[in-house]
Nanobody
């Protein structure tokens, strides 16, 4: 079973940058895909960016050109680099991992979330 821990959130001014990290721990599985999601107050959780094991990435339209998802396989850590931050980026950011166990079972796991607040 995978454990995910996000970090890197905080308060930033509009136009600034933040880098979020999602560290995965555990054994007996591979991470097939990882997504960064966000949830603002009163809104549904939405996918911000995702990356597959093969390295394919996708982004929601509102962050294209400002956000980059990446991974460091040696550290089992995934990153979300956010530049040109906007107040509407304010939300709790979560990482979600789709893992495949050694027995072939797939599982979805969430981290605890990290708050990002962008001031205007």
């Amino acid at each position: 079973q995978v454990q995910l821990v996000e970090s890197g959130g905080g308060l930033e001014q509009a136009g600034g940058s933040l880098r979020l990290s999602c560290a995965a721990s555990g054994s007996g599985f591979s991470v097939e895909a990882l997504g960064w999601y966000r949830q603002a107050p009163g809104l549904q959780r939405e996918l911000v960016a995702g990356i597959t094991r093969a390295g394919y990435t996708n982004y929601t339209d509102s962050v294209k050109g400002r956000v980059t998802i990446s991974r460091d396989s040696a550290k089992n850590t995934w990153y979300l680099q956010m530049d040109s931050l906007k107040p509407e980026d304010t939300a709790v950011y979560y990482c979600n991992a789709v893992t495949k166990s050694n027995s072939g079972a797939y599982r979805s796991s969430w981290g605890q979330g990290t708050q990002v607040t962008v001031s205007s």
